[in-house]
């Protein structure tokens, strides 16, 4: 009886150990089976994410330096009203070579000091000027002053004020339309290179006594807005040919405009014949130039303008003279008359 009791318990245990196979299996295979323990499955590990590539810092650019302001060139033309009867394409010259040496020479302007047509009142004379110099437009920026002749008419009274400023007003020549930049359409007006730290200033010649005070008046306001710009004021009238101040433009400027802002610094003026230069030293160290340049009536005179090179950065002005017709420098055999370079001008 125990006997039988013990094989039924190792058939149990067989079984529990097998999983309930097959009873006659396992009394077939009891003597070699050993009871082997299911093992316990192991948790998969938990992904470790992969870390992001660390980006890379592009380096700061050093931001790029304002470049200093390169010399640049105004073009002067003076008293043109011998041109309506001939050597016009002697002055037609003068622009071609404008345009063409725009980039070379950095020309910014071409600047008339006056007396553009002979006779005020013949339109065949303002069509013919505006003809020559319409070429400038949209390329070469074209500024321009009125003179005695520009305001007046008739040969042998030319100084008589007929017509005023109607036909210089009519033809507008000059290329600065900005109603704040200008004195009644043109009249007087002015330029600011402000990178440059230059102010350019056209004053027409006078009218009447109630308009030139006037146009005083509102030069004087600009000249004042901007009294931290050098400035360059271009006129008509102001030397005599022997160099000194005229009594009527030359000292009234100087009294009425000039003597008063020491940021007036060059004149640039024609009307009488030559070539001169002068300067007043003021007590605070301040000296102010003006610069006559007019050769219309000196013989087998063609097509002669006046270059002025201004360097912003040492503040010096080259001047010289030359005519694009002739392909030639100077007309006087004494050369320094017409070529020079003058230090701290502005």
């Avoid at 600047?111 to 110099?133: P, Q, Y």
């Avoid at 007003?169 to 004195?183: G, P, T």
């Avoid at 009447?208 to 030069?219: I, S, T, Y």
């Avoid at 003026?269 to 050769?295: I, S």
Wanted: charged content about 20%; hydrophobic content about 35%; glycine content about 6%.
């Amino acid at each position: 009886m125990k006997r039988h009791f013990a094989i039924l318990l190792l058939l149990a245990l067989l079984i529990a150990c097998t999983g309930g196979t097959n009873p006659e299996s396992i009394a077939s295979e009891a003597p070699t089976q050993q009871c082997t323990p299911t093992p316990t499955a192991v948790p998969s590990a938990t992904a470790v994410p992969t870390p992001s590539a660390t980006p890379t810092v592009e380096p700061t650019e050093e931001p790029t330096p304002t470049p200093e302001p390169q010399p640049f060139t105004f073009v002067v033309i003076p008293d043109t009203q011998n041109y309506v009867y001939g050597y016009s394409e002697a002055l037609s010259a003068i622009v071609d070579y404008a345009i063409e040496k725009k980039d070379e020479l950095n020309i910014y302007a071409v600047l008339h000091s006056g007396d553009i047509v002979e006779n005020n009142a013949f339109d065949r004379e303002w069509e013919l000027m505006r003809d020559i110099f319409a070429p400038l437009r949209g390329k070469v920026p074209f500024y321009c002053v009125a003179g005695n002749h520009d305001l007046g008419t008739g040969i042998s009274d030319r100084n008589t004020v007929i017509h005023g400023y109607e036909p210089y007003k009519k033809y507008s020549l000059c290329d600065i339309k900005s109603e704040e930049q200008v004195y009644e359409n043109g009249e007087c007006w002015y330029q600011l290179y402000e990178r440059e730290g230059f102010l350019l200033v056209g004053f027409g010649y006078k009218y009447g006594l109630e308009d030139d005070l006037k146009r005083l008046a509102w030069v004087n306001e600009v000249l004042e807005r901007y009294a931290d710009y050098p400035a360059v004021i271009l006129t008509h009238a102001f030397l005599y040919n022997n160099g000194e101040p005229s009594a009527t433009s030359g000292l009234y400027l100087l009294k009425h405009v000039i003597d008063g802002h020491p940021n007036v610094r060059l004149l640039l003026c024609g009307h009488h014949k030559g070539v001169q230069r002068w300067e007043k030293t003021y007590p605070d160290g301040r000296v102010f130039r003006a610069l006559m340049y007019n050769l219309q009536n000196e013989q087998n005179v063609a097509g002669y303008c006046q270059l002025l090179t201004f360097d912003p950065v040492s503040r010096t002005l080259e001047v010289t003279s030359y005519s694009p017709y002739l392909d030639d420098y100077n007309f006087y055999d004494k050369e320094s008359i017409e070529t020079f370079t003058i230090e701290n001008a502005f």
